[in-house]
């Protein structure tokens, strides 16, 4: 058995007292670390962030369309007479939708985010939609639009978020409210 002196142990445990709560600290943080790192993609432990977190480009948390952009300032970017918004929310699927209509619930649109599945849905449209898409430039990571009748459909990625605006007639008025809606997520 080492035998220390009565002062060392003053000593000795004035420096474990200080040194400790540190070590464990950063060993519980070194830990989970590593924890997110060898989980699956996907996995609970691979996506546990801060509320809000962006990392990578997705969106930790719930979003409200509606809220985020609100019915005056879409109908301002449309030039169309939208006064109602209804969100349709998939919490399951994190695909969060905004509903826009005229007050007779006659025309609308939608803008929808998709934050689970964001790059796989918007490389299966992409797929879908073909020759059919045009590519445009300066709106997130990727984007494109398309027709549907006499309405177009814009396609954004950024990182692995799809914003998604159809019903509008003009490309240049969906690229404004995707580009209103993102840097608030």
Not at 117 to 134: C, F, I, M, W
Request: hydrophobic content about 35%; proline content about 5%; overall charge positive.
């Amino acid at each position: 058995m080492v035998r220390i002196a009565p002062r060392r142990w003053t000593w000795v445990l004035a420096v474990v007292a200080c040194v400790a709560p540190v070590a464990c600290s950063s060993t519980a943080s070194k830990s989970a670390d590593r924890a997110r790192s060898a989980a699956p993609v996907g996995s609970s432990a691979d996506t546990a962030s801060a509320p809000g977190d962006a990392q990578g480009g997705g969106v930790r948390h719930p979003v409200n369309v509606c809220t985020l952009l609100p019915v005056a300032t879409v109908a301002a970017v449309t030039s169309e007479s939208l006064t109602v918004a209804r969100e349709n929310d998939d919490a399951a699927y994190q695909n969060y939708t905004c509903g826009y209509y005229t007050t007779d619930g006659g025309s609308g649109l939608t803008v929808s985010v998709s934050t689970l599945q964001g790059a796989v849905g918007y490389n299966n449209a992409l797929q879908n939609d073909g020759s059919r898409a045009t590519p445009i430039s300066g709106v997130g990571d990727k984007a494109y639009s398309t027709t549907s009748g006499s309405s177009s459909v814009v396609r954004s990625l950024f990182g692995s978020v799809e914003i998604n605006v159809s019903g509008v007639v003009s490309v240049p008025a969906s690229e404004t409210l995707i580009r209103r809606l993102q840097p608030k997520l």
